[in-house]
C-alpha cells in the first residue's frame, strides 16, 4: 500500500515562509516517490500548493484574536485534537508546522498536544516540526504564562505521544531541552531550498519588463538604477526602516543609482502590520530616492502563456535583476533569503543575525562582511520609524550616525564593488548549499527520519 502524508498548518497556502517550506518539500518527495499520498489540513485552504494532493479545512485551527479564559483553551484544544484524530485516521506520517507559538493560537498548541498525547492514530507516526518558540516573541508568550503553570506549560511541550521534533536550526536544539523534550527525539533538518527556482536566465527583453513591472521605465541613454532587493513580507520584525537607512548610506558612499525594492505582501487584515506599512510610507516620502513595495508576494515558479512566453515572473527572476540581496531583520525562524540569493550568484548585504548566521557558517558558508548594528534595537517599530525619519531630517545627526558605521559600511561597499572577491564568495557559498541545503538532500534526510524509507 503507498503511504500517506499530511501537512497540518493554520493556513494553507498562505504567502509566507512556512508554505514555502512546505511547497518545496512536498514538491520534491512527489518528484522522488509519485506513489506517496498528500494531505493538507489548515484552518483555510487559501490556495492548493501540491498538484494531485487531497485538502481539508478545519476551522478551529484559523487563529482567532479574541481573549480567552483556561477552561476556553481547553475546550477548544480538545475539539482540535479529536478533529485531528479524524482526519488523520488513515495516515502513515502527519507533519504538525510551527505547533509552539504560544498566544498566536493558544487552543491549536494545546490542542497538537492532546492529540499525539490521547488522539492520534495508531498506525501514524506524529512529528512537530519547530520553525518558532513562542519564548523568543513576548507577544506570543504573555498569555501563555499567565495562563499556565511552569509545569503545565512543560507537559504540553513535551510531546508525549510525539514520535520526533523536527528542528529547522540548531539553536532550537537547547531550548527544546529545557522545556522538557528528550534530546533522542530531536532531529536536525534545516530547510531545502530549489536550486532551479533561483538560477534560471532572462533574456534583456525579459529583464526590462521586470523593471516596467516595478514601475521603473527605461530612458534612453540612461541607465537603468540598481536594485537592491529586501525580499520579505512587510512585517515589524523585518526592520525595513534600518533597510533604507542602509541604501542611503551606500547610496552616498558609492555614489550610484541604488534603488531599494521590498518584494513582499503587505499583510492588510494584520492592523499591526498595516500600521508598519503605513508608517514606512511616510519615510519612505522622505527620501529622495525610489523605495519600491510591490505590495504582493512574488510566486516561487514562473507562470507561462501557450507560447511559453513568461507570463508572470517569480521571485527568482527579480533576484536575477537585482545587485544584490539586503538582510536586515531583527528575527527569522530560518532566513531563507540568506541562502537563495547565492542560487542566484547574488551577495547578501545588511545585518547580521546572530542565531541564524551561526548554524549556517557551522555548515561552511560565510557572512563575515556583514555589520552587528547600525542602530540600536531599541523601542517598538513606531520608535525606530521615528528614530530614522529624524535622521534623514537632519544632515549633521545623519553624518554622525554614517560616521560611527564607515568601518561596517566600507566592508560592505568593498565586496559590493570588488567582482572578483565578491564571485569567489558567491562560488564558496553555493558550493556548501548545494551539499547541504538543496532540497533533493533534504527530502531524503526527511523521509529516513520519519520513516517513508528505511534508513
Excluded at 494531485?52 to 480538545?78: C, D
Excluded at 521586470?210 to 523585518?238: D, E, F, H, M, T
Excluded at 534603488?259 to 503587505?266: E, F, H, N
Excluded at 508576494?297 to 537585482?322: C, H, M, T
Aim: one cysteine or more.
Amino acid at each position: 500500500m503507498p503511504k500517506k502524508i499530511c501537512f497540518l498548518h493554520y493556513g494553507i497556502g498562505w504567502r509566507d515562509g512556512i508554505n514555502t517550506v512546505i511547497k518545496t518539500l512536498a514538491t520534491e518527495l512527489q518528484k522522488q516517490n509519485p506513489s506517496l499520498g498528500f494531505y493538507f489540513l489548515g484552518g483555510q485552504i487559501k490556495e492548493e500548493i501540491l498538484a494531485k494532493s487531497s485538502y481539508k479545512v478545519i476551522p478551529q485551527l484559523l487563529p482567532k484574536r479574541k481573549k480567552i479564559t483556561k477552561k476556553y483553551l481547553q475546550e477548544e484544544g480538545a475539539c482540535i485534537a479529536k478533529k485531528l484524530g479524524q482526519e488523520t485516521k488513515e495516515m502513515d506520517v502527519v507533519i504538525i508546522e510551527n505547533p509552539f507559538l504560544g498566544d498566536y493560537h493558544l487552543p491549536a498548541m494545546l490542542g497538537y498536544s492532546l492529540y499525539a498525547k490521547k488522539y492520534k492514530p495508531k498506525s501514524a507516526k506524529v512529528f512537530f516540526r519547530i520553525h518558532d518558540f513562542y519564548q523568543d516573541f513576548s507577544k506570543y508568550s504573555k498569555n501563555f504564562q499567565k495562563l499556565f503553570s511552569v509545569k503545565e506549560i512543560r507537559d504540553i511541550i513535551k510531546g508525549q505521544g510525539v514520535d520526533g521534533f523536527l528542528i529547522v536550526n540548531q539553536a532550537l536544539r537547547e531550548k527544546l531541552i529545557k522545556a522538557g523534550v528528550k534530546k533522542e527525539k530531536i532531529f536536525y533538518l534545516p530547510n531545502g531550498v530549489d536550486s532551479r527556482l533561483f538560477n534560471q536566465s532572462l533574456s534583456k527583453e525579459n529583464k526590462k519588463l521586470i523593471y516596467q513591472n516595478l514601475g521603473i521605465q527605461p530612458s534612453k541613454g540612461v541607465a537603468l538604477p540598481k536594485i537592491l532587493l529586501y525580499p520579505v513580507r512587510v512585517v515589524p520584525r523585518k526592520n525595513i526602516e534600518e533597510a533604507i537607512l542602509f541604501v542611503s548610506f551606500i547610496r552616498h558612499l558609492t555614489k550610484d543609482n541604488y534603488i531599494l525594492v521590498l518584494a513582499g505582501k503587505i499583510e492588510r487584515n494584520d492592523p499591526l502590520s498595516w500600521d508598519y506599512y503605513k508608517k514606512l510610507k511616510q519615510l519612505a516620502e522622505i527620501v529622495d530616492w525610489p523605495i519600491i513595495f510591490t505590495e504582493q508576494a512574488w510566486p516561487l515558479e514562473r507562470e507561462y502563456n501557450q507560447k511559453r512566453e513568461i507570463k508572470k515572473f517569480s521571485i527568482g527572476d527579480l533576484y536575477q535583476v537585482a545587485q544584490a540581496i539586503i538582510m536586515t531583520s531583527l528575527k527569522e525562524g530560518f532566513g531563507y533569503p540568506y541562502l537563495e540569493s547565492w542560487l542566484a550568484k547574488k551577495i547578501v548585504l545588511g545585518r547580521r543575525l546572530g542565531e541564524v548566521l551561526k548554524d549556517f557558517e557551522k555548515n561552511g558558508l560565510q557572512f563575515d562582511w556583514l555589520y552587528t548594528h547600525l542602530l540600536e534595537e531599541k523601542g517598538n517599530f513606531n520608535q525606530r520609524i521615528k528614530k530614522v525619519m529624524e535622521i534623514f531630517k537632519k544632515p549633521r545627526l545623519k553624518r554622525k550616525i554614517l560616521k560611527l558605521n564607515q568601518i561596517n559600511l566600507n566592508k560592505q561597499i568593498k565586496i559590493l564593488q570588488d567582482k572578483n572577491k565578491r564571485e569567489k564568495i558567491i562560488q564558496t557559498n553555493l558550493n556548501q548549499i548545494k551539499k547541504v541545503y538543496e532540497i533533493s538532500k533534504i527530502s531524503q534526510r526527511f523521509s529516513k527520519i520519519v520513516g517513508l524509507v528505511r534508513s
